[in-house]
Structure formats: structure tokens, C-alpha cells
């Protein structure tokens, strides 16, 4: 069964410092990846997304990700901190692909980034 | 503006009684669906419709009931066989075919 893992539960970094935020997932075929931020009481946002071509995506506020197949992989990063950063983070995939789609994403369990000034 | 309108943003009830959480998208969109969200957890897949009249279960399916009726509305309804109904509710929707969804704000229920 497909899944997605957050590799850690809470980040804490500084102002200015590099954001990064992991994600693996389990499948035997490539997943389309997703990336979500959601801030307290709030829905989720789509930062970036990735389903098929360059392997590096670029997605809101200053956010990139990057897939990589042998690894398993779609680690997030930003290059520096800002304090509206803070907020929980959520990696998702879905394999419906094709004819089968359902649109169903799974979710990993969220990272919660802290910005420290 | 175009979006998923999610009602109430807090919902208060006793236990044994039911409570429909309201969904409303003016997206256009075909698919919807509605997701659990409890701390640590991430978000669980309770219900998920594809097309009017018609509507899967997700992982956690059990104690809830959804209904389908019209392409804008996707209600879910908490029911008294839920045994741990407080939570925070997120409903969401997508393009038939395409990948990755808009969420509404979602509903935050405690039950006492």
C-alpha cells in the first residue's frame, strides 16, 4: 500500500536560515507529490505539486521541491526563513492515476515549522 | 470569488446527537471530499464523490453519512455511532482527471 512519511514532527529554525522539510513516500510507480501548508484553523493551501517532467518544482512563496525517484523522495525547501513561514506542513501522493483516478491524495502526518526570530 | 464554503467554522454538541456539517463549492468542480484532521494523525479520508448521486467510503467511513444530491453540495453528517466525533473537518473538491485539491477553512467539532 502506498504511504507518505514526514521525517520529523516538528522543525524549529531561525530567521533567514534554509527550511528543510522531508517527505518519503512507499510506491512501486512514481506518484504525482504534493505539498500543503496550512496555518491554525485553517484549510490547506497547495504550495507546489509535482506530476510529470522536471524533477525540480518551484511553487509559492519561495518554496521549491525536488523528486527524486531513487531516494523515494520530495523533500521541501526554502533557502531562507521568514516568520510567516510558521505553519504546518503536509506531504501527499496519490497513484490513481490514468482511467483509475479517484483523486484521492493520502496524506503524511505534518511537520510543524517554527520560525524563530 | 470562486471557492469552498465550509459551515459552521464551530460546531458545539452533545453526545448521542447527530450534526451535519455543510459543504458548499461554487468551483465547478466534480470530485469532493471530506477529511478528519486530529493531531498527529494528519488528514484521514472519511467520504469522497466523484459525480452527483454517487459516493465511496474512505478510511474511516464508519459513524458518518454523506449525501450527493447536487454537484455544489457534499453534507456529511456525524452520527451517534461516531465514537470520538471531535475533531476538525475539511472538506475539499477537484476537477474530474486532474490532481490536487481546494479546501474549504473547515469546521472545528467538539462534542460534550
Known amino acids: 500500500a502506498q504511504s507518505v512519511t514526514q521525517l520529523g514532527s516538528h522543525v524549529s529554525v531561525s530567521e533567514g536560515a534554509l527550511v528543510l522539510l522531508r517527505c518519503n513516500y512507499s510506491?512501486?510507480?512514481?506518484?504525482?507529490l504534493f505539498w500543503y501548508v496550512q496555518y491554525p484553523n485553517q484549510g490547506l493551501q497547495l504550495l507546489l505539486k509535482?506530476?510529470?517532467?522536471?524533477?525540480l518544482v518551484k511553487g509559492i512563496n519561495g518554496f521549491e521541491a525536488e523528486f527524486k525517484k531513487s531516494e523515494t523522495s520530495f523533500h521541501l525547501t526554502k533557502p531562507s526563513a521568514h516568520m510567516s513561514d510558521a505553519a504546518e506542513y503536509f506531504c501527499a501522493v496519490t497513484l490513481d492515476l490514468g482511467s483509475s483516478n479517484t483523486g484521492k491524495l493520502i496524506f503524511g502526518q505534518g511537520t510543524t515549522l517554527q520560525v524563530k526570530p | 470569488d470562486g471557492g469552498i464554503t465550509q459551515s459552521p467554522k464551530y460546531l458545539f454538541r452533545k453526545e448521542g446527537q447527530n450534526v451535519t456539517l455543510s459543504c458548499e463549492q461554487n468551483l465547478n468542480h466534480d470530485a469532493m471530499y471530506w477529511y478528519r484532521q486530529d493531531p498527529g494523525q494528519g488528514l484521514r479520508l472519511i467520504y469522497y464523490?466523484?459525480?452527483?448521486?454517487?459516493?465511496q467510503k474512505g478510511d474511516i467511513a464508519e459513524g458518518y453519512s454523506v449525501s450527493r444530491e447536487k454537484k455544489e453540495s457534499f453534507p456529511l453528517t456525524v452520527t451517534s455511532a461516531q465514537k470520538n466525533p471531535t475533531a476538525f473537518y475539511l472538506c475539499?473538491?477537484?476537477?474530474?482527471?486532474?490532481?490536487?485539491?481546494?479546501f474549504g477553512s473547515g469546521t472545528r467539532l467538539t462534542v460534550v
Open positions: 510506491s512501486s510507480v512514481p506518484p504525482y
Open positions: 464523490s466523484q459525480i452527483v448521486n454517487d459516493f
Open positions: 475539499a473538491s477537484s476537477i474530474r482527471d486532474s490532481y490536487g485539491y481546494t
Open positions: 509535482y506530476t510529470t517532467g522536471a524533477t
